[in-house]
């Protein structure tokens, strides 16, 4: 039987590699490097040392170059790791390579991600979509990681053990891919019908980046109790809580955090979760505006709504961690005057570009959170007036 445990242990010790290809920024690599080592930490391993290497592709057999792949081999014999973690996608065989050069396990982003969800699962649900997309990913690379029980050369006689093997997994793994669909066909009929059951009321989700304060905003506005961490993904499970403001009712859903080069499998087995941001009358696109690639990681969210054909619904954009930003940027000697006046012009700017559809707020410390809530009472009861013009004598 085919093994997807967690494959990542606390304080594992990791090395990191990445390759810039042709017509990539080497910037951009080693801003993927970096998460990289947040996903790396968020699994409970810390990253000592990575290493890059320009390529106009990647190598067939070993991802990296012979030299740059003995490089890392030497410093593992001078610095003990329990595992080296490549950026991008790692092929069966290539995997096979790299943990024999290197005497040491290798995984990839996509591995390591999927790790993570494995650890953050919760519900049935998110469970299910887990283990499918653990082994879609899996499927194909069963023949690169049997390649050490196949016997050598070719014809009569050369059929081994491990090609049999191989054939036995394979059928067991799409045999378990086709029971989850089935098991998930299930699950989001119940989840179909319970938002049926839901009435007319209208939705609103959070969607954003992963670790943008997502959960800390629900938590806020709906006065629940959802769990929230400074590690990424620490949300899988949409949940959806009824809130009223001023007699006005609306549900408020959080959903999973997006990243960038996330798994494509992944993406696949949790659209089901992201039923809520399609379903959902008004987006509230939580960015952490303290991160300084914010507008990048707003892309990968636009993008990844796009996927989802969600792009096109009404978007209020809540620029949170102003706190952060402020502590980031200004310097102790800064007037309090020309602090407000460099936010202001950020926020204007952002007001033009959003058609005043903004609000920067601080989740942590509860600033400008009446002024969100004002902001998002103003949309849903527009809405209503669109949707549902016979109830709104009740609400206001």
């Known amino acids: 039987m085919i093994d997807i445990k967690q494959q990542v242990k606390a304080e594992e010790r990791a090395v990191l590699v990445g390759v810039v290809q042709k017509g990539q920024d080497e910037r951009e690599v080693h801003e993927n490097l970096d998460e990289l080592a947040f996903l790396a ?200 809580r009824k809130v009223v403001f001023e007699h006005t009712p609306f549900l408020l859903s959080d959903t999973v955090g997006f990243i960038r080069k996330l798994p494509h499998h992944l993406i696949e087995s949790f659209k089901s979760t992201l039923d809520e941001v399609r379903e959902a009358d008004l987006l509230l696109h939580v960015v952490d505006i303290s991160h300084p690639k914010y507008e990048e990681q707003m892309e990968t969210v636009n993008k990844t709504l796009q996927e989802l054909g969600a792009v096109d619904k009404p978007v209020i954009t809540v620029f949170n961690k102003t706190d952060a930003y402020e502590a980031l940027n200004f310097d102790e000697w800064l007037d309090a005057g020309t602090k407000q006046e460099i936010l202001h012009q950020l926020e204007e700017r952002w007001q033009k570009a959003t058609g005043n559809k903004t609000v920067f707020i601080s989740a942590a410390e509860k600033r400008n959170m009446d002024k969100l809530r004002a902001i998002v009472l103003e949309n849903v009861r527009g809405l209503y007036r669109q949707r549902y013009p016979y109830k709104t004598e009740y609400f206001f």
């Open 41 to 240: 930490e968020t699994a409970g391993a810390v990253a000592i040392k990575t290493f890059t290497q320009k390529l106009p592709q990647p190598d067939s057999k070993t991802f990296i170059g012979k030299g740059k792949l003995e490089e890392v081999a030497a410093y593992l014999k001078t610095h003990p790791a329990d595992i080296v973690i490549f950026d991008d996608e790692l092929s069966g065989s290539q995997i096979t390579n790299i943990e024999k050069a290197t005497g040491v396990k290798a995984i990839d982003r996509s591995d390591l991600i999927l790790d993570i969800f494995a650890r953050r699962a919760k519900t049935s649900r998110a469970r299910a979509q887990v283990e499918l997309a653990q082994y879609q990913y899996i499927l194909p690379r069963l023949r690169g990681m049997w390649k050490h029980l196949e016997r050598l050369g070719g014809g009569i006689g050369t059929r081994g053990p491990g090609e049999t093997e191989i054939e036995t997994d394979r059928r067991i793994v799409r045999d378990k891919i086709s029971l989850l669909r089935k098991r998930l066909q299930e699950i989001d009929k119940q989840a179909f019908t319970q938002r049926k059951e839901r009435g007319e009321f209208i939705r609103v989700s959070l969607v954003g980046y992963t670790n943008v304060g997502k959960s800390t905003i629900m938590n806020l506005l709906s006065k629940s109790d959802v769990f929230a961490e400074n590690k990424l993904f620490a949300t899988l499970d949409t949940t959806t």
